[in-house]
């Protein structure tokens, strides 16, 4: 699971990490949104994914948008976007309906949201791999982050 804003559009850097580039998006008629995206990122998930036998799946506030606006600019392909919309739950109840009984590494900035239901999903899924991977928005996603994704897949067959 990816998150957009914090994991690839590490909104809080100041200064931007080496690598990032600025994207415009239009959000509107007028308006339009400033993102920074690296765009070796779309290279590393996909090599993440290939190596650990996982699917890539959005699961961000962008929605369908991250398959218009944020994967291309990362070279990812469509991937599957996990619909929430629990407000009371955030994301956790869609994303374990969407994970069910397989292994999960999820990458997300706010994990400290929603504690109580954090700490339900993850007990839910004490028998299988479920790495929250927390990334600092001031950062986005590093190597550091994606070996902790490897390391958690290679516990499973």
Do not use: C
Not at 35 to 64: F, M, N, S, V, Y
Not at 106 to 116: Q, V
């Amino acid at each position: 699971m990816i998150d957009v804003d914090g994991p690839l559009n590490p909104w809080a850097a100041n200064p931007k990490a080496a690598g990032y580039r600025l994207f415009e998006i239009k959000v509107g008629w007028r308006r339009r949104l400033r993102i920074w995206l690296d765009p070796e990122h779309g290279t590393q998930l996909r090599q993440l994914a290939e190596e650990t036998g996982a699917e890539l799946a959005w699961a961000t506030t962008w929605l369908h948008r991250a398959n218009t606006e944020i994967g291309p600019r990362l070279g990812l392909p469509p991937l599957k976007v996990i619909e929430f919309h629990d407000a009371t739950g955030w994301k956790y109840p869609a994303v374990a309906r969407y994970a069910y009984e397989r292994p999960l590494v999820w990458f997300d900035d706010d994990f400290g949201l929603h504690a109580e239901r954090r700490e339900q999903f993850v007990h839910k899924r004490r028998h299988l791999t479920t790495a929250l991977i927390h990334v600092d928005p001031g950062t986005g996603i590093s190597a550091q982050h994606l070996g902790e994704a490897r390391k958690a897949f290679s516990g499973n067959p």
